[in-house]
């Protein structure tokens, strides 16, 4: 089957949506990413912003794709991978992710997104710059939209979908 991947902005539901998935192929392995990086430094994901910087967190995102990729080609295992809202902002990761995974794009409208930020607030460094949420949102789906469409091999719409529904999709068009 290989490997999933799950890319889309921060509150598109990426972890729920691989929890679900892991419970539809329970031979699977489920990553979370930050959590991933997390055990890896042994900091938080707004710790590493705060002490290191963005630039820092990103290579390290890297870093952490490169040993799971190469892991899972020595073992042969595949996984479940929810991916950081930012990370397909580097472009080697682009590539890894592409060329590892099947990656689907759970795409999101600003208002879902919003709601969700709101209803799920976390501690989400990449939102902490003073502006209101809704802009913040808006800035940063600018930037990102068209990096999670073109490293995406499918589209979900989860505006439609709640969770588990997203997961059943995705599982019925990899078989």
Known sequence: M????LIGFMGSGKSSVGKEISKLLPGMEFIDLDDYIEAMTGMSIPEIFEKQGEAAFRAMEQEALEIIFMTNELTGEDCILSLGGGTVTTEA???????????????????TLVHNLETWPGDR??????????????ELMASRSKLY?????????????????AAVDIVTSID
């Not at 290989?2 to 991947?5: A, K, L, T, Y």
């Not at 091999?153 to 588990?164: F, L």
């Open 2 to 5: 290989g490997s999933i991947s």
């Open 93 to 111: 990761c682009r590539r890894m992710i592409r060329r590892n995974t099947t990656c689907f794009y759970l795409k999101a409208s600003v208002d």
């Open 125 to 138: 460094p990449m939102l902490k710059t003073g502006k209101d949420l809704r802009s913040r949102v808006e």
């Open 149 to 165: 469409e073109s490293t995406a091999h499918h589209v979900i719409d989860v505006d439609s979908n709640d969770y588990t529904a």
